[in-house]
């Protein structure tokens, strides 16, 4: 931790990397990592209804892997990682469907 010059302390930032963001999602859907889109803010299109900390995170577009991806319509995958612990605060729909 770095010190301020009143004694408080922050965070260096984001330890967890793009690539390492893409690494912890390929290890949940056990999937190809070509299959895999990482942004460094939630895409417009995104609605997703869940609760995530308010801290920065990599927002990873999956597979669903149930081998239907393509063949019909639905909404993406994603997954939400905390950019400071690698943390998965999110894996389900990502509400671009339409």
């Known amino acids: 931790m770095m010190k301020r010059k009143h004694g408080s302390s922050i965070s260096p930032f984001a330890p967890i990397t ?3 963001a893409l690494e912890i999602a ?6 190809d990592r070509k ?18 900390p308010d801290e920065p995170c990599w927002y990873v577009n ?3 892997g149930d081998g239907k991806d393509g063949r019909m319509l ?4 994603v997954i939400v990682i905390s950019r400071l612990t690698g943390k998965a605060f999110y894996d389900g729909t990502a509400g671009d469907e339409g």
């Open 35 to 52: 299959e895999f889109h990482c942004y460094s803010k939630k895409p417009e299109n995104y609605t997703i209804y869940a609760i995530i």
């Open 74 to 77: 639905r909404s993406s995958r």
């Open 18 to 20: 793009r690539q390492k």
């Open 26 to 31: 390929t290890q949940l859907c056990k999937a």
């Open 62 to 64: 999956a597979p669903w």
